[in-house]
């Protein structure tokens, strides 16, 4: 059974909304933080943003600070990504993962986390 798995993503025009959602299952159950992470073509792969389980607490890279929102559904094991005014340069693959502990600092640091999903593509046409 897959751990995480990704779904929503596809093409939008700029300025347009697009909401992704991480289903999670089995081992990722007893998890503690989710994180979105993206990766372009020939970029490094970087954090959107991430949630706490429990309570809720958010972080949020600055470049999509005011944009996008990042919520979550205890009772579906299952976390969205709301994106909203995109712009061309969010275009990525996007992708959700898993850690077992909560901490700002690190929630860009692709190691901390033990599971991920397999992406879904966005693309932002301008």
């Known amino acids: 059974q897959v751990p995480l798995v990704e779904s929503g993503g596809g093409l939008v025009q700029a300025g347009g909304s697009l909401r992704l959602s991480c289903a999670a299952s089995?081992?990722?159950?007893?998890?503690?933080?989710m994180g979105w992470f993206r990766q372009a073509p020939g970029k490094e792969r970087e954090v959107v943003g991430g949630?706490?389980?429990?309570?809720?607490?958010?972080y949020y890279a600055d470049a999509v600070k005011g944009r996008f929102t990042i919520s979550r559904d205890n009772a579906k094991n299952t976390v969205y990504l709301q994106m909203s005014s995109l712009k061309p340069e969010d275009t990525a693959v996007y992708y959700c993962?898993?850690?077992?502990?909560?901490?700002?600092?690190?929630?860009?640091?692709?190691?901390?986390?033990?599971?991920w999903g397999q992406g879904t593509q966005v693309t932002v046409s301008s």
């Open positions: 993962a898993a850690r077992s502990f909560w901490t700002a600092q690190t929630m860009g640091v692709p190691s901390t986390y033990d599971y």
């Open positions: 089995g081992r990722t159950f007893s998890s503690t933080a």
């Open positions: 949630i706490r389980w429990s309570g809720g607490s958010t």
